[in-house]
């Protein structure tokens, strides 16, 4: 069974940055995709950032394109999500999840459990 914990959300100011990690656990992930999502009151939750992790190719959001950077550490099994440069409009619930395969279509087979980031104006 696949466990994603994540840690790293908060309140920063707008054009601040945040750290978002995520820690899997309960698998072999090299043939896995992996990334985060975000969910703002009100709305669909969306993709943010994906990476595939047997090669690393990446996924953004054109909203974030330029402002956020995801990576993982394969020693720690962890997913890292910089996000600079932040805005209002990033307030959301963002959730790590993972799937079985190389297409960052969804569906996600996997989720952790959402960390709150707050972007105040």
């Known amino acids: 069974q696949v466990q994603l914990v994540e840690s790293g959300g908060g309140l920063v100011q707008a054009g601040g940055s945040l750290r978002l990690s995520c820690a899997a656990s309960?698998?072999?992930?090299?043939?896995?995709?992996m990334g985060w999502f975000r969910q703002a009151p009100g709305k669909e939750r969306d993709r943010v950032a994906l990476?595939?992790?047997?090669?690393?190719?990446?996924y953004y959001a054109d909203s974030v394109k330029g402002r956020f950077t995801i990576s993982r550490d394969n020693a720690k099994n962890t997913v890292l999500l910089q996000m600079n440069s932040l805005k209002p409009e990033d307030t959301a619930i963002y959730y790590c999840?993972?799937?079985?395969?190389?297409?960052?279509?969804?569906?996600?087979?996997?989720w952790g459990q959402g960390t709150q980031v707050t972007v105040s104006s």
């Open positions: 309960g698998r072999t992930f090299s043939r896995y995709t």
């Open positions: 990476i595939r992790w047997s090669d690393d190719t990446t």
């Open positions: 999840s993972a799937k079985t395969g190389l297409s960052f279509r969804e569906p996600y087979d996997y």
